[in-house]
Each structure stands twice: as C-alpha cells, then as structure tokens.
C-alpha cells in the first residue's frame, strides 16, 4: 500500500449508525439507546485516536463526528426518558402503567 493512500476511518460508519439508532431507541425505556450511545462513544475514542495520529491518511472523519453529535443526543434522550419512567412509577406505581383506567383516575387525583 502506498503511503499517501487514504483511507476510511475503521468504525465510522459504525458510530454513525449506532448514533443514530440511540436516538430512534431513545423511547425503549432509555436503556438501548443508552448502551448504543456508549458503544459509538468508545469506537469514536478508537478512532479519533487513529486519525490523531495521521490525520491525512484517513478521509470520512466527518462521519465519525457526526456519529459523536448523535450518539450525545441519543444518549441526552434516553437519560431523560429513563428518567421520566423512573418518576412515573414512583409516582403512579407500576399497576397503574399496566391499566389505562386506573392511569387516567390517578392522572386526574394529581391535576386536582
């Protein structure tokens, strides 16, 4: 191989595609958003690494990036959603989650 042969960055696109995927699994509960986004966040160390070392012998640093910009959303998300579960069954109770009747009285014993 030449020594001015560029090439891609080896987890790119998969750090693109795990941030991504953080953010539309960010309403599972928080939890596989939250593994997702920190699975792209240490491939993005990996090869942030790598292109720090030479950066002119690697091209889709731009994906990597992009992939870091999603996976902090995603995982910005699924915290605050976890979050928002957690205080609902503290608030609500779990038998309440698993009947809409029961949900829809208690909702209206807190508005009043």
Known sequence: MNE?????LPNATAVLVLGILSII???CYGVPGIIMSIIALVLFKQDKAKYNASPSMYTNYSNLNTGRILA???LVLSILF???VIAMLA??????LQNPELLQERMQELQG
């Open 4 to 8: 001015f042969e560029q090439r891609s």
């Open 82 to 84: 976890l979050i928002y």
């Open 91 to 96: 608030f609500l109770g779990w038998d309440v």
């Open 25 to 27: 699994t960010c309403c």
């Open 72 to 74: 902090i959303i995603g």
